[in-house]
């Protein structure tokens, strides 16, 4: 996965002074492709932002093999936070999970995870050959992808004609790459007129010992509007095409290793070996963290790290010990309780807050919904202030244990 926005590198990495000519003409060439397969990608949704994409890498399946083993998620012990009582997980065929407490708007956020924690403890153990995922991901539109394309296309092919009049005239040729720059970034950062979402389904049977995987990715795509004055203005606009691929994609072989981006030891493989305990759980997490680039602030370091494990087949042990680990980061975390998702269903919002692409400080609300019933994942959401529509909603719709790479586990 790219982490970076290909249109900022095109703009800060195309530096023609630090550039033989064949040099540049071949990085600008390069960076124009993965402009033209991802336009305008905003930085902060970094981690989500191959939608259509993964989503969060999830779904991307690659090559060998034949799943042999049944994957065995091992029994563990987690105390109880208010008597320190040992609580056993049970196992398969146990007694239904019982519900988090109810809580008020009062309640503070550690206390309700503390309470999820104490639900995820006694969540039963289940197992099975493939790791199963459905997610609806429904991401705001930036450009109409072929327009941008063929504006992308006019900008190069005008620098083009321009260096081959200007090659032997330095000053003007470095202001005329400059001028490329700056129409660029324009380019970048207009706006629509109208707002407008895509969204597509994704479907995941991972195998967990690198075995054959299988994805179907791109399905039910549609366009939606967030008012019938927004559709109108698309209308106005000629009604430009706003999804550039719509055919489901079907995918099968080895997963991908890597569960969450930027910890690379993280893989779907060692997950299940993650600690069961709250101090070490956090001390491997915050080890993570210090081997990292650290640009990411700590909170929002554990919110996105948090998400990409309640995504996974995590064990009860480690889930229990994660809810436990964010008790412990509540002042940089504010909470939720009576939040819809996109599918209706209510749960508990665990919410933290980032710098936008201009470094203006708590203009993304990154939001993690999870069901105060079982302590599950439900959706992820990234949302810019003063703007109705989330940049990214990403639902999780089924996810579970199954046996084929056609079963889907039983809601």
Do not use: C
């Not at 080895?254 to 779907?268: C, H, K, R, Y």
């Amino acid at each position: 996965m790219n982490d970076s926005d290909p249109i900022n590198e095109l703009i800060t990495e195309l530096r023609p002074d630090t550039l033989t000519e064949d040099a540049y003409r071949r990085r600008r060439s390069a960076d124009l492709a993965r402009a033209f397969q991802t336009p305008r990608t905003p930085h902060h949704l970094r981690r989500f932002s191959m939608a259509k994409r993964r989503p969060l890498t999830l779904f991307a399946v690659a090559a060998a093999g034949l799943a042999a083993a049944v994957i065995v998620v091992p029994q563990f012990v987690s105390a109880d936070q208010t008597t320190g009582a040992p609580i056993a997980a049970r196992p398969s065929g146990g007694q239904a999970t019982p519900a988090l407490p109810q809580t008020g708007a009062a309640a503070n956020t550690r206390t309700i995870l503390l309470a999820a924690a104490k639900v995820a403890a006694e969540e039963p153990i289940t197992s099975g050959k493939f790791w199963y995922s459905r997610v609806r991901t429904v991401q705001m539109v930036h450009v109409a992808p072929l327009e941008y394309k063929a504006k992308l296309m006019e900008l190069d092919a005008e620098l083009k004609a321009k260096e081959a009049r200007l090659k032997d005239k330095p000053a003007e040729l470095e202001a005329a790459r400059k001028e490329f720059h700056d129409k660029v970034g324009a380019l970048k950062t207009a706006e629509l007129p109208y707002t407008a979402t895509r969204g597509d389904t994704a479907e995941s049977w991972r195998s967990l010992k690198n075995a054959t995987g299988r994805s179907v990715r791109n399905q039910d795509v549609k366009i939606e509007f967030a008012t019938p004055e927004d559709r109108a203005k698309w209308q106005q606009a000629g009604s430009p095409r706003l999804s550039e691929d719509d055919r489901p994609k079907t995918k099968e072989g080895a997963p991908e290793g890597i569960v969450s981006i930027g910890n690379d030891s993280l893989t779907w493989s060692s997950i299940a070996q993650l600690p069961t305990g709250k101090a070490a759980l956090k001390a491997k997490l915050h080890s993570m963290y210090e081997q990292g680039d650290k640009q990411t602030p700590l909170a929002l370091y554990m919110w996105q790290t948090g998400a990409d494990l309640l995504s996974a087949p995590i064990t009860p042990g480690t889930r229990a010990a994660l809810y436990e680990v964010l008790a412990d980061s509540t002042s940089k975390l504010t909470s939720q309780t009576g939040v819809a998702d996109g599918e209706g269903r209510t749960g508990v919002a665990l919410e933290t807050t980032g710098p936008d692409d201009s470094g203006a400080a708590g203009r993304i609300t990154y939001r993690l919904i999870f069901d105060d019933k079982t302590a599950k994942l439900l959706e992820l959401d990234v949302i810019e202030a003063g703007k109705a529509t989330p940049l990214l909603r990403q639902t999780y719709e089924a996810m579970g244990y199954v046996d084929d790479l056609t079963a889907r586990p039983t809601q």
